[in-house]
């Protein structure tokens, strides 16, 4: 490749998809004759030649028919579909189905270099298409929303509701029937998706609870951490008994310090109540106060006081828990009192060590900014207590974060080997120790490329605690990098329902559509993820990619940049502000950002990945590669991603690239779908 080459474009345009219904029941010399007639009849459309005489039309054969890419006029498909049905009609052996949607492509050369298209575009139209039965013409939200402000459509649209599609994507369908033509039958293959609450959360169904973060009212800021251990316990205790569904410590934490009313706290979390309470000390006296809140409308259902000295934080803990888990049995469960809660494993009898965990647990959920405070404090953990499993595991998660693709301040390789050791030793302390699989499982995926041990790692991280929200995650990333698109949209809205509040499990269904290049359906997640929470820089580093891909250049480099901005200046979100420039056009900024990295990286590491991405988007294809092969060398956690990258998708097909896919795909041991 040379350096004169240009970065790709990519562009919005409209689908007309359509296929013969019954075509594989035919012979071969049916299919031929079939084939034959609807070549002609395209052919003879008005809009057809129309478009193809301005060079505004990609015709796109499909095997059992075909795919019309109109590159300006978004009714032109429309109309072009209704002539082709109305000349269908004189053809009684063939019957067609239609599917029109708007959406982004990208342009490339197949393998006998001439023009072909990849992108959500396609892949949306096709899929629109395949709800349909014989003579339906259907269309996408997108499409329908342009019709519907034309005064001669909008009477023609019938609206079927949000209806499931491949990979267990809802997506809105109108059917069109105009002058006789389409077909008025509701299609058989689409149903309604089943109800669900807000932001894909189910409905609440039996007992229900989030033990939200106790309020420090006091200037000491031990408590601060003693109050996070009460919660911990009061959380494990109440998951122990089995019969109340607790919300998550990452969920009911993150609204520590906010101001939410109660009830909007519960309705986020997807609980029926909430527990919330204060704590405050003078010397070694201890006043505690409870309450159990009702989130349909507000009111205290139980409220108490606890009046402790603190001697064993421990045995304070233990007390308070078994006061607290016995009154809400009686409340959530109409059982009688008993003042006992289920044993909790703490990892640990040293009570300064456990502190010193819980203020690593602290920090580590400001990642990446607190991850170094992080280390100090579980460090000093481990200095109290050798043998303090969940600490070695709270190191490795702490070293992979470093190494990983959004924070990539530490090489690969250092990340991985400190990663793995402290994992390993967590495992060889507590084998049944959950976080110590995921933790091990991460290094495996991201730095050792070897996905059949990072699959059992997670799979007995999910076996030995099914809760364990992380595991989850990141095995739904593993199973999108075997292509599995199913099975990881499944793990990532298990993820989801089970920690609705964590803004990386929504992050991660439009993750989903980049990884499928659906960019059109990543926007929109996007957007609805940044409406929710528009403080968390990466829905607006997400929502700027898919832009980006989609053609909207000036607003996807707004969201990259605003993005950057309230993220720190995250090195990985510098590299995706430099990429937007070079995609944007503007080249002299992004030379300028090259060189900053350059320079950076002098004295701190920056992935070489990112780095030949923007030599690609400015041209540099030769550097580019350059670059990549030594991520390779580094076995640069993005590159597992590599062969679904969103911003490479019009690579894809060219040898060097595709050569590079196979070789980190053979290191993976992913030389099937399944690892």
């Known amino acids: 490749m040379t350096t004169a080459e240009q970065p790709p474009t990519y562009e919005i345009v409209s689908v007309l998809f359509m296929d013969i219904v019954g075509y594989s029941l035919r012979s071969i010399e049916e299919q031929i004759e079939l084939l034959t007639i609807l070549q002609r009849i395209v052919r003879e459309s008005l809009e057809y030649a129309q478009a193809s005489a301005k060079r505004e039309l990609i015709s796109l054969p499909t095997g059992d028919g075909m795919a019309l890419v109109f590159l300006r006029d978004p009714v032109s498909p429309v109309k072009c579909g209704l002539e082709i049905a109305a000349a269908v009609r004189n053809h009684s052996e063939m019957s067609l189905r239609m599917g029109i949607h708007q959406g982004p492509i990208c342009r490339h050369s197949d393998i006998k270099e001439e023009v072909n298209v990849v992108g959500g575009g396609i892949n949306m139209a096709q899929r629109v298409m395949d709800c349909g039965d014989a003579g339906h013409i259907l269309l996408s939200r997108n499409v329908a929303e342009v019709l519907q402000q034309l005064r001669d459509w909008n009477s023609c649209l019938e609206d079927l509701g949000i209806h499931e599609v491949k990979h267990k994507v809802g997506i809105q369908l109108y059917n069109l029937c105009k002058d006789g033509l389409g077909n008025p039958a509701r299609p058989s293959r689409v149903a309604p998706l089943a109800p669900t609450s807000p932001v894909g959360k189910p409905p609440i169904d039996g007992p229900s609870i989030a033990v939200l973060p106790f309020a420090n009212l006091g200037e000491d800021k031990e408590n601060e951490y003693f109050s996070d251990g009460l919660a911990e316990e009061l959380i494990g205790a109440l998951n122990k008994l089995g019969k109340i569904r607790v919300a998550p410590r990452s969920s009911a934490f993150s609204f520590r310090g906010q101001t939410k009313d109660v009830r909007e706290i519960g309705r986020t979390l997807n609980v029926a109540s909430v527990l919330e309470g204060s704590l405050r000390s003078s010397g070694r006296s201890l006043r505690i106060n409870v309450q159990l809140i009702r989130v349909a409308d507000g009111s205290a259902l139980w409220s108490e006081r606890f009046d402790r000295e603190l001697t064993d934080i421990f045995e304070v803990q233990d007390e308070i828990a078994a006061a607290v888990v016995g009154k809400l049995r009686g409340h959530l469960l109409g059982e009688p009192f008993e003042e006992q809660a289920p044993a909790v494993k703490r990892f640990t009898e040293d009570p300064e060590a456990y502190s010193l965990y819980l203020k690593g647990r602290y920090h580590l959920i400001k990642r990446p900014a607190g991850t170094q405070a992080a280390i100090e404090c579980f460090q000093e953990a481990l200095q109290r207590d050798p043998k303090y499993a969940l600490a070695y595991a709270s190191l490795a998660d702490c070293y992979n974060t470093l190494g990983s693709w959004e924070a990539g301040i530490l090489a690969p390789e250092d990340a991985h080997s400190k990663g793995r050791a402290y994992a390993e030793r967590s495992l060889q302390l507590d084998p049944n120790l959950a976080e110590g699989h995921c933790a091990l499982g991460y290094g495996f995926l991201h730095f050792a490329w070897d996905l059949r041990a990072a699959e059992r790692s997670f799979t007995e991280a999910i076996r030995l605690n099914p809760g364990y929200g992380p595991a989850i995650h990141w095995y739904a990333h593993l199973l999108s990098v075997a292509e599995r698109f199913e099975e990881a949209l499944e793990r990532s809205r298990q993820y989801l329902h089970l920690d609705p509040a964590d803004p990386f499990a929504v992050l991660h ?79 002299d900024a992004a030379l300028a950002q090259l060189d900053q990295l350059k320079q950076i990286s002098q004295n701190k590491y920056v992935s070489p990945y990112e780095i030949g991405l923007i030599h690609e988007a400015l041209g540099d294809r030769d550097e580019a590669f350059r670059q990549w092969e030594l991520a390779f060398e580094q076995r640069s956690p993005w590159l597992v991603y590599l062969a679904r990258e969103p911003r490479l998708m019009h690579l894809r097909g060219q040898p060097q690239f595709d050569a590079l896919v196979a070789r980190i795909h053979r290191l993976m041991n992913r030389d099937t779908k399944r690892p």
């Open 509 to 587: 269904l439009s993750w989903h559509s980049l990884m499928e290049n659906d960019f059109a359906m990543a926007e929109r997640e996007s957007r609805a993820a940044v409406n929710q929470e528009p403080g968390f820089g990466w829905h607006h580093v997400f929502l700027g990619w898919g832009l980006l891909a989609s053609g909207l250049l000036e607003e996807g480099f707004a969201e990259i940049e605003k993005g950057t901005r309230l993220n720190g200046g995250v090195t990985v979100c510098e590299n995706f502000a430099a990429h937007a420039n070079a995609i944007a056009g503007r080249r």
